[in-house]
């Protein structure tokens, strides 16, 4: 199968891995929720191999990771999971990080909110999710072209939308998250990080 290529995963693999280098320091298992391309999979386990990093997305993209995989060859690479964020099934095993790029404004909110869930379920205590992409916060978006983005999406599909940091910030404490860090990424995106509770 020929590997699925998205232009935006390349572009932003190499901020986001900035940002995975200061905080995913300690040897230990990702989960990564929506590998979408598989881009950036390989990219942080080749670069990071203190980390076993577990792909995972829902079936339709399961051969295109898998095909990423196959062809980088890595050692700390495991082989695609299927994993719907609202129907599962979640790993049963615990990780020491999760992370997730540009999935909260495809989800809807429910889809959101069980990502969360999840995520609460499967990180250990004390360990770090990190989760990428456009953000409003307290009602206003960060940058006009995030707030046209937004307004495109919820034409496209109104249950899609940029998502509040305000909002997600309450819905992660419901789950054991902890908003740790708010970190400014190129072309008006951030990265947030979020630490299991004990």
């Not at 295109?64 to 994993?83: D, F, K, Q, T, Y």
């Not at 109104?158 to 309450?170: A, K």
């Not at 860090?181 to 299991?196: A, F, G, Q």
Request: glycine content about 8%; proline content about 6%; charged content about 20%.
């Amino acid at each position: 199968m020929q590997r699925p290529f998205a232009e935006s995963a390349e572009q932003n693999k190499d901020p986001i891995l900035a940002v995975l280098r200061e905080w995913f320091r300690a040897p230990g298992s990702v989960l990564e929720i929506g590998s979408g391309t598989g881009q950036h999979a390989v990219h942080f386990a080749a670069a990071l191999p203190h980390l076993e990093w577990q792909a995972s997305d829902v079936a339709a993209h399961a051969a295109g990771i898998e095909a990423w995989r196959v062809s980088a060859g890595l050692p700390n690479l495991r082989p695609v999971r299927v994993l719907d964020v609202a129907t599962g099934p979640w790993p049963d095993e615990v990780f020491d990080y999760a992370y997730t790029a540009n999935t909260a404004h495809i989800m809807h909110w429910p889809e959101v909110l069980a990502m969360l869930a999840g995520v609460g379920q499967v990180l250990r205590g004390g360990g770090l999710f990190a989760m990428y992409g456009p953000f409003a916060i307290s009602g206003r978006h960060t940058a006009a072209s995030n707030a046209g983005f937004d307004a495109a999406l919820r034409r496209s599909n109104p249950g899609m939308g940029v998502r509040d940091l305000d909002q997600l910030h309450e819905a992660a404490r419901d789950c054991a998250l902890e908003l740790v860090d708010r970190i400014v990424m190129p072309v008006n995106n951030l990265t947030l990080i979020w630490r299991r509770r004990d």
